[in-house]
Nanobody, 125 residues
Framework: VQLQASGGGLVQAGDSLRLSCAAS????????MGWFRQAPGKEREFVAA????????YYADSVKGRFTISRDNSKNTVTLQMNSLKPEDTAVYFC???????????????????WGQGTLVTVSS
């Protein structure tokens, strides 16, 4: 599976942004998909994830209620709708795919088999 993330940019606090991740490979629907982010000088952290069937979804507490993850298996895409953005959301955002992952490990980066190249999101105050 190859992943290509896009949609990042520079926005102001309170704005919205929509990230997309396009996946290649006919087995896309078999993978759980996740979004992670990494700010300068910080470790990569979990943002959101979705199972192969589009349900259930999982969110970091810091983005719950503001971000929404969704997937379209017919188009091999997963999106992250980000609303009410804050300066602390500034980071490089990565999409990732996990073939087999239990719920307890879905927030762990090492559980994911494939990673996209990342897209930069900058939120100004």
């Amino acid at each position: 599976v190859q992943l290509q993330a896009s949609g990042g940019g520079l926005v102001q606090a309170g704005d919205s942004l929509r990230l997309s991740c396009a996946a290649s490979g006919r087995t896309f629907s078999s993978y759980a998909m996740g979004w992670f982010r990494q700010a300068p000088g910080k470790e990569r952290e979990f943002v959101a994830a979705v199972r192969w069937s589009a349900s259930p979804t999982y969110y970091a507490d810091s983005v719950k209620g503001r971000f929404t993850i969704s997937r379209d298996n017919s188009k091999n895409t997963v999106t992250l709708q980000m609303n009410s953005l804050k300066p602390e959301d500034t980071a490089v955002y990565f999409c990732a795919a996990a073939l087999r992952v239990i719920t307890g490990l879905i927030r762990i980066p090492s559980s994911y088999n494939y990673w996209g190249q990342g897209t930069l999101v900058t939120v100004s105050s």
